[in-house]
T-cell receptor, first 111, second 118 residues
Framework: QKEVEQNSGPLSVPEGAIASLNCTYS??????FFWYRQYSGKSPELIMF????GDKEDGRFTAQLNKASQYVSLLIRDSQPSDSATYLC???????????FGSGTKLNVKP | DAGVIQSPRHEVTEMGQEVTLRCKPI?????LFWYRQTMMRGLELLIY????????DSGMPEDRFSAKMPNASFSTLKIQPSEPRDSAVYFC????????????????FGPGTRLTVL
């Protein structure tokens, strides 16, 4: 079993719709959770982090964490074509700040 | 701050040659990570350092790979001899651990080095 699992996609949504990206993790002791966006040919850049159960909102982005079910999700409201990228979920289990990355979900937002 | 700096940005070499990738972390960060990314295997952690000391090198694929961090502002990843299967994008990332879950343990990535071994 992989540490962090993501659906590879592609996930296609029309412009203006809500995109929902999901991630599950295996270690119940995991402490903090990150969403990175990676455009083709670029490096991963942080979108959001979350470490408490519940929702965390930042502009059009909402991260949701459910530690009991061991999943974390990212919602993108009013999706734009510029949101088209691969989204990487990362989990910090607390062991020396080592991150465990999922394989990423490719999102396509169609105009 | 200029962010994480990597050089070179692109490297094309022939099989058997030595390749050295360089990284300058964000000032004040005490963790440095080397990753490799390919379409087939995704983002793989190769090795990481804390306060210039290697903590976990279990991701280094074989003895041809070595990494050093002689001081807090510089690290190298060396491949000797290089092989075509080493072709990938190599990322360096750095972070600062505050002592508990927080935004400060975010890893910040450099622009990467695209390595092509012919």
């Amino acid at each position: 079993q992989k540490e962090v699992e993501q659906n590879s996609g592609p996930l296609s949504v029309p412009e203006g719709a809500i995109a929902s990206l999901n991630c599950t993790y295996s270690d119940r002791g995991s402490q903090s959770f990150f969403w990175y966006r990676q455009y083709s040919g670029k490096s991963p850049e942080l979108i959001m982090f979350i470490y408490s159960n519940g929702d965390k909102e930042d502009g059009r982005f909402t991260a949701q964490l459910n530690k009991a079910s061991q999943y974390v999700s990212l919602l993108i409201r009013d999706s734009q074509p510029s949101d088209s990228a691969t989204y990487l979920c990362a989990v910090n289990r607390g062991d020396f700040n080592k991150f465990y990355f999922g394989s990423g979900t490719k999102l396509n937002v169609k105009p | 701050d200029a962010g994480v700096i990597q050089s070179p940005r692109h490297e094309v070499t022939e099989m058997g040659q030595e390749v050295t990738l360089r990284c300058k972390p964000i000032s004040g960060h005490d963790y440095l990570f080397w990753y490799r990314q390919t379409m087939m295997r995704g983002l793989e952690l190769l090795i990481y350092f804390n306060n210039n000391v290697p903590i976990d090198d279990s991701g280094m694929p074989e003895d041809r790979f070595s990494a050093k961090m002689p001081n807090a502002s510089f690290s190298t990843l060396k491949i000797q001899p290089s092989e075509p299967r080493d072709s990938a994008v190599y990322f360096c990332a750095s972070s600062f651990l505050a002592g508990g879950p927080s935004s400060t343990d975010t890893q910040y990535f450099g622009p990467g080095t695209r390595l092509t071994v012919l």
